[in-house]
């Protein structure tokens, strides 16, 4: 729209403009009256001036629009039609810091540096503020955490909403005074509570600069446990409520407190259309290593971007903290005197024993010679003499005194400096935006926006360490249970948003509008819990053990609410007659539930007397075959298709205790072929004897006897001890396990015949200082002693598994027997209880003969990317530690091993061949960081791994070899979607009949998306007013980056060409197409075309506003 008006302004000015001259023109030629002809022409050309000025102030005016939505990925190599060629090209070689390559270079040695500790003395060189003043932008902000020691609700009753009312009223009082503020939840909360003038005076404040939404999202989300989906995810919510509410586009991001930082974060942020982005918890080696360099401000790259495509402007605050005494300069001992709060009534004071002075006309020049001199210093970490010197810290400005404490001292420092011209200084209150508009302006700009030489950076920042050996590695796992309990949810919501998003498109054809309110209100809901916990101390485990259950019960709540969605959804597609969906007679109910939030989900037993009918959701775009559990009331099952023909079926026995199988619960499993976001049904039917019906299996009991044959029909045996292997087998696999401790000891792709060592064991850590977020052990790990263990071995005719009790695990190891991706690796199934321990930190190792050269290895950031690992001796054990939200691999040559992973944990490699992971942390003391309380409100935990084997099948390039990324294979990308996004099982009540509903429904064409396409979102838009959802969907797009050296098979589906046509995908008629940065908070115009062609680039993210017919 924006466009249009500067086009018509522009064309409506040319022509006046040349009609003006014309009539100059003629007014110029002789003439009688001169006087009077001088004096139209004076008029004339000052309306031609002021003409000028009226397009240069539009196109001002409209200038940042179009410059800020640099959100586009552009494509900047050629992609040969299956995408292969892209793992194989150069890539994070172009940047000039390479953190791979730093972490070799920096000694870690950690000396005294004096008033700053962890750098050096810094000495500001005559001269240095000739050329250009010092320019100083202090910036006041509140650090609002959403739970830690309180919970979200009880910090908005005591400080949050009274800290954005007293920062509104103090800005009110002086237009000098600015503001920023990050948290949207705590503003949502607030925004419901204020008065309409409170309301106004906010929005007043940020539309004219004072005050500052910076990030926008609905927390400050952590970075290492986090996967991509929930961290888009709660950045859209946080977006839409500012632009429904308040109207504003956050154009920079802040982010101080999490503990590390991937560019992940970064590429979202550009792909949002952010500027610029500023961090704060950086390893404190790499801080003093880059300072040195002035390097603290980088253009930070994705290792897989071939040009500048993806770089976004990064600034890393120098010192320790975000608080006070760390950001004015390098001692805090005298910056901690600028923190007014600290005057006496202030109720917090100064470590270093110096307190503030509040400011006069007497003390005045010695206290602004003192500020003013940290200031300098602090700019000779950087390349410009723009300084920016953040004013807050946790929960700042509650106290009504604060704002008038902080400005008033600061506004006498600034009148002092300012009138000074000998200082050579200029300092004001300032916004984030303004310190970096400030920064550009000093640098200039290069063609793409970026300031001139400034270098690039490519990496991460993991793990983070903020002094001595302290790293932040513990936090990987801690609370391991909310950790899976979080991707449940995120599982669940997402498949609760796209089968909203395609039933209401029924709902409103059929004119249901019961589905479309009722449902929408649990989806914000539920947005709104999982975007809570992605807070950089819920998803972390970081909090106090009374916040975490509050964590709990709103995501407990909101599955429980996303199932209801899903069958809701499933019942309204799924049925003949739409006009019968209000009606009860058809009811689903879900598969499995959980009694509160601390308990494990629980399969229902599905009571079968004659035949009942069970419905299936695939909420991934890509066809799916695997295997599907369904706990049944008797073993006499068959199992029928949509059709009426019989699938193959295995039924097993569910156990009480170690002895007794129960008499009335049984797993039936049976393959299932579902097209992509499709569901399907079959019809479960009672037999009259097990001999027609699905095939029992086979249990073996190891180290434990118990009455054979116990249960008619199934095979029941004891088993002894001894030297050969336990194999399971499948058309792609060949598993050993110990016969005395069922232990994984060897595993083999069939597709080479060679077999690799894979030792299978659990150890764990000791410890005596570990906490939530450090691990701090005291040596390496010891192994935990399994001796004669009870354990069995089941076999039948479509999946072979181990169930193994050992000292705090339930250890379960699954090898499927399909045609599909579920058979392509081993499962492996743990819950574990660490109750009964005492400072250990349980872990599981695998050990194989892979020569992983360098002890390298790759982990996965935020489940979007792989970043290269490299063990070092130089480092202590702990340091070694990496977050792996998704997937861990290790190479050599030949072959590739992935642990797959359905939740966050912590994973090294401290050995060659082997890979471990972090399972649980039962730790009796605090670490020191704030939280105050040690990790004792464990769980019985589950966890879902899967364990792929993959043989190179390609030669790998010298370049590949190099590079400091990797590519899943699109089996590895496979895998990792359906362990992360399993099939939904629903049941219809015994009065359901098959001839009410349809055989099957997908909204997709051709049954699939292509392989290397996978659909992030489909999210139905939120309207203005009370939660009500428009008719527009928003469509996350995310085309995988492949590595083509592994095969393809058991895929159903195919890559993508280099480009596709979106209308094609679906069997939904696109009326409204319209592409937008990632959170919608810029737009492309509409396509109209009848053929939309997408050009979808590796790696890339793309959003569409989609209206569906």
Not at 91 to 115: E, Q, T, V
Not at 386 to 398: N, T
Not at 769 to 778: E, R, V, W
Not at 794 to 809: F, K, M, T
Request: charged content about 25%; proline content about 4%; aromatic content about 10%.
């Amino acid at each position: 729209m924006k466009r249009r008006v500067f086009l018509f302004s522009a064309s409506v000015f040319v022509v006046i403009f040349f009609t003006m001259h014309m009539v100059v023109d003629q007014m110029a030629q002789p003439n009688t009256n001169d006087a009077v002809q001088a004096q139209k022409l004076v008029k004339l050309n000052k309306e031609i001036d002021q003409l000028k000025n009226s397009l240069s102030k539009t196109q001002k005016a409209l200038a940042p629009e179009n410059n800020n939505i640099n959100y586009k990925a552009n494509a900047v190599i050629s992609v040969d039609s299956t995408g292969c060629s892209f793992a194989q090209s150069e890539s994070g070689l172009s940047a000039d810091i390479k953190m791979l390559d730093i972490y070799k270079i920096i000694p870690f040695d950690n000396p005294d540096g004096g008033a700053w500790k962890q750098g050096w003395n810094i000495n500001v060189p005559a001269g240095a503020f000739d050329n250009e003043i010092l320019q100083v932008f202090v910036i006041p902000h509140s650090h609002n955490d959403p739970g830690w020691i309180k919970t979200f609700q009880r910090y908005y009753l005591d400080q949050s909403k009274h800290i954005i009312s007293n920062v509104v009223a103090s800005l009110e009082s002086n237009p000098n005074r600015k503001f920023i503020w990050a948290e949207i939840s705590f503003l949502s909360l607030w925004w419901d509570d204020a008065s309409a003038a409170q309301r106004s005076s906010f929005k007043k404040l940020v539309k004219n600069g004072q005050l500052e939404i910076v990030t926008g999202g609905w927390v400050m989300n952590d970075e290492a446990n986090t996967n991509y989906y929930a961290m888009i995810d709660q950045m859209i919510e946080g977006h839409e409520w500012v632009r429904l509410n308040v109207g504003v586009k956050p154009r920079v991001s802040w982010s101080i407190d999490p503990f590390g930082y991937t560019p992940t974060m970064a590429y979202l942020l550009k792909r949002m259309g952010m500027e610029a982005m500023l961090i704060q918890r950086v390893h404190y080696s790499v801080k003093k290593y880059l300072a040195q360099k002035k390097q603290l401000e980088f253009m930070w790259r994705q290792n897989w971007d071939r040009g500048t495509n993806t770089d976004i402007l990064c600034h890393v605050m120098p010192f320790y903290s975000y608080d006070i005494p760390h950001t004015c300069g390098p001692d805090p001992a005298v910056c901690c005197q600028f923190d007014f709060q600290r005057l006496p009534g202030g109720g917090i004071f100064c470590p270093w024993n110096i307190p503030p002075q509040p400011i006069s006309h007497v003390n005045v020049q010695k206290r602004a010679f003192m500020l003013l001199e940290q200031y300098r210093k602090k700019a000779q970490l950087f390349r410009t003499n723009v300084v920016i010197a953040p004013l807050g810290d946790d929960f700042r400005y509650a106290d009504p005194q604060e704002p008038i404490r902080q400005f008033t001292n600061y506004e006498k420092l600034f009148e002092y400096m300012n009138s000074k011209p000998e200082l050579k200084v200029k300092i004001q209150f300032g916004t984030l935006s303004d310190y970096f508009n400030a920064l550009l302006k000093s640098t200039g700009k290069n063609d793409d926006g970026s300031p001139k030489g400034y270098p690039k950076l490519g990496g991460d920042f993991m793990t983070y360490a903020d002094r001595d050996q302290h790293y932040w590695s513990g936090y990987f796992t801690s609370r391991p249970f909310y950790k899976n309990l979080d991707r449940v949810l995120e599982t669940k919501h997402r498949a609760g948003e796209i089968a909203y998003s395609i039933a209401s498109r029924v709902a409103a054809r059929e004119k249901i509008s019961s589905f479309t309110t009722n449902q929408f209100n649990l989806l914000v809901k539920s947005r709104r819990n999982l975007g809570l916990f992605q807070h950089h101390d819920g998803v972390t485990g970081t909090a106090k053990d009374h916040v975490v259950v509050d964590y709990g019960n709103r995501m407990v709540e909101s599955v429980r609410d996303m199932q209801s969605v899903i069958a809701s959804a499933a019942k309204l597609l799924m049925i003949k007659d739409k006009e019968s969906y209000a009606s009860s007679d058809i009811h689903f109910d879900v598969d499995e539930s959980r009694a509160t939030h601390d308990s494990l989900a629980k399969k229902q037993v599905l009571s079968v007397t004659s035949s009942r009918i069970v419905v299936f959701y695939n909420s991934l775009a890509q066809k799916r075959e695997e295997l599907v559990s369904v706990h049944v009331s008797t073993p006499n099952i068959k199992v029928l298709d949509s059709s009426g023909k019989t699938i193959t079926c295995q039924i097993n026995l569910q156990w009480k205790d170690n002895n007794f199988p129960h008499e009335n619960e049984f797993e039936v499993l049976f393959p299932i072929e579902i097209a992509g976001l499709g569901f399907t049904r079959v019809t479960l039917q009672k037999t009259d004897s097990s001999s027609d019906g699905c095939k029992p299996s086979k249990t073996s009991i190891y180290n434990h006897k118990v009455k054979e044959n116990l249960m008619k029909g199934f095979d029941v045996r004891n088993a002894e001890c001894g030297k050969d292997y336990i194999t399971m087998e499948n058309t792609f696999l060949i598993a050993d396990f110990d016969r005395c401790t069922g232990l994984l000891q060897n595993i083999a792709d069939k597709s080479s015949g060679i077999k690799r060592s894979a030792e299978l064991r659990f150890l764990h850590y000791t410890t005596v200082s570990s906490g939530a977020y450090l691990f701090l052990p005291t040596g390496i790990a010891k192994e935990v002693h399994i001796r004669n263990p009870f354990f069995r071995h089941i076999s039948g005719v479509l999946r072979d598994e181990i169930q193994a009790h050992y000292p705090n695990v339930y250890h379960n190891v699954k090898l499927a027997s399909t045609n599909g991706i579920d058979s392509r690796s081993l499962h492996i199934n743990n819950i574990v209880d660490v109750r009964d321990m005492n400072n250990r930190e349980l872990i599981m190792r695998i050990s194989t003969n892979i020569r992983n050269a360098n002890r390298e290895y790759f982990t996965d950031l935020n489940g979007f990317q792989m970043q290269r690992r490299r063990t070092l001796d130089k480092l202590p054990l702990q340091a070694n530690y990496y977050p792996m939200p998704s997937m861990a691999f290790l190479q050599d040559a030949r072959l590739r091993m992935t642990l797959h992973s359905m939740q966050a944990s912590g994973v090294a490699s401290l050995t060659q061949g082997a890979l471990e992971v972090m399972l649980d942390r039962r730790l009796g003391q605090d670490d020191n960081r704030g939280l105050g309380q040690g990790v004792h409100d464990n769980k019985r935990t589950p966890y879902h791994f899967a364990l792929l084997l993959e043989n190179m099948t390609k030669k790998q390039t010298s370049i590949k070899a190099k590079i400091p990324i990797a590519y899943p294979s699109l089996v590895g990308h496979s895998v990792s979607q359906t362990i992360n996004h399993p099939i939904n099982i629903m049941f219809g009540d015994e009065k359901l009949n098959d001839d009410k509903l349809l055989k099957s429904y997908s909204p997709i064409r051709s049954d699939s998306f292509p392989c290397d396409l996978h659909l992030v979102t489909a999210r139905s838009i939120q309207g203005e007013g009370e939660p009500k959802a428009t008719d527009e969907t928003a469509v996350v797009l995310h085309r995988y980056g492949y590595d083509c050296g592994y095969g393809m098979t058991p895929l159903l589906c195919t890559p993508m060409g280099s480009k596709i046509n979106f209308r094609n995908l679906w069997n939904l008629d696109v009326t409204k197409f319209k592409e937008t940065s990632l959170t919608m908070m810029h737009e492309e115009n509409e396509k109209s075309e009848e053929s939309i062609d997408l050009i979808l680039q590796p790696m890339e993210l793309y959003t569409y506003k989609v209206k569906f017919n």
